[in-house]
């Protein structure tokens, strides 16, 4: 089945960085697109960035010049490196991918952004 495990959040002082990772199984990667989301508490989930099967990105607007997405497709894996990070980028992060007509989303990995 589809897999979609999220990991390297934590506890990190503004203007620091950190890189995200989710490891997918249980599909055929390379050929979906892949998306990071977030959710602050109290507020909606947004969708953060994404990334084509072909490589092509898009970002929020907040996030544009700070976040990476990439896509290693030997490893099943999609990154986020996060860097210049500030207060409001802390929430949950959340992999997502949209396969078989049917959307998957990892449970999750918080980050934190305070001094």
């Known amino acids: 089945q589809v897999q979609l495990v999220e990991s390297g959040g934590g506890l990190v002082q503004p203007g620091g960085s950190l890189r995200l990772s989710c490891a997918a199984s249980g599909f055929s990667f390379s050929i979906y697109v892949m998306s990071w989301y977030r959710q602050a508490p109290g507020k909606e989930r947004e969708m953060v960035a994404l990334i084509s099967d072909g490589g092509i990105t898009n970002y929020v607007a907040s996030v544009k010049g700070r976040f990476t997405i990439s896509r290693d497709n030997a490893k099943n894996t999609v990154y986020l490196q996060m860097n210049s990070l500030k207060p409001e980028d802390t929430a949950i992060y959340y992999c997502?991918?949209?396969?078989?007509?049917?959307?998957?989303w990892g449970q999750g990995t918080q980050v934190t952004v305070s001094s």
């Open positions: 997502k991918t949209r396969a078989y007509g049917v959307d998957y």
